[in-house]
């Protein structure tokens, strides 16, 4: 018996060590093939994006990706820009592009302090309304825009960035006028507005012990209260050495064990000297252009290139790690011409923060990141 089983022990043995071979030897094609039963795999898309006038784009999310965030399109300055005023014209045709392609569909937000017109907070003689007027357009907005896409977007960033880098709450005139059920409120709302969505808090540098601690505070304290939060987003505007691999790791443990899940929401790395010495997303922040600041105007060089994809790798290693808890990994933006990095916090630069280059090649970060999935498949 055993000397019969030899040749097929042995067979079998080669057969899987050529499968491994190959498997590590030519990564998938896609990013999404790459990571199918792990986590889906998006990207942020813009006007030229969703309307078709940017072929070449399309034709990369087509490919390479199975969920899209919409980069501006329903944030309520855009979608909502005056009093009873809706622009759906350019969400719909959002929508329509991600069900074409059976994409996972994200709305991206719904109460923010930035990219919300000065209106909705004032009253017709610059006056801050009151807490049950803004409640009031809070309810209106919400139920308008979750439920045009109600059972047709799946997940919604509900409220994103609500606190402050020491974790307490930030004094937006969300907060001001209406107080700390703001959050409650815009959650319950949305779960009422379409119960199937899942909904999501978002917002930057929770790999920071202070900053990570307040949101665990609050979901904790939200689900105290009955209210559905799924998941935490993770912006993940990140750099070459910030956050860390453990960091991220730390972060994604706390989450799993509070009890939600997680989602990279706008994943980009810089590569550029940083403009500010704090760890920060917010938009409204302007740094003075300065060519030091802006040294790889003429292409990445081999060695950055090579950095950025071994930083790609380090992270997406951590997002498989935890693929129990991590449901999808969204990056912000298609190319790196597309990416807000080239005008924030400096206008102008040349950023290089994503996996495909100017001219929509792959890059050597995206041969990574589809090998790291690859190689964890065979050794599973
Ligand atoms: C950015 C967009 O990419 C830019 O086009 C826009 O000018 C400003 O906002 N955190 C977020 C995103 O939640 O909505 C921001 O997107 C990037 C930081």
Redesign the pocket.
Known sequence: MFVKMQPMVRSAALAAFILAFAATAQAPTSLKEAYRGDFAIGA?I?TAQITGQDRRGDAIVEAQFNSISP??AL?WENVHPAPGVYAFDLPDQYVAFGEKHHMFIVG??LV?H??VPAWVFRDDIGNFVDRETLLKRMHDHIFTVVGRYKGRIQSW?VV??ALNDDGTLRQSPWLKIIGEDYIAKAFQYAHEADPQAQLTY?D?SLENGAKRNGVIALIAKLKAQGITVTSVGL?G?DGLTWPSVEDEDTTLSAFAKLGVKVAI??LDIDVLPPATRQQS?E?SLKVQQDPKLNPYADGLPQSVQQQLAERYAGLFGVYLKHRDVVTRVTL??VTDGDS?RN??PVKGRTSHPLLFDRSGQPKPAFQAVTRVAATAKTTN
């Open positions: 942020a813009n980069e501006n944030k991206h937000c923010w930035n990219q960033d994103n960035e978002n930057y912006q505007h929401t706008e997303a938009v912000w933006g807000w005008d924030w």
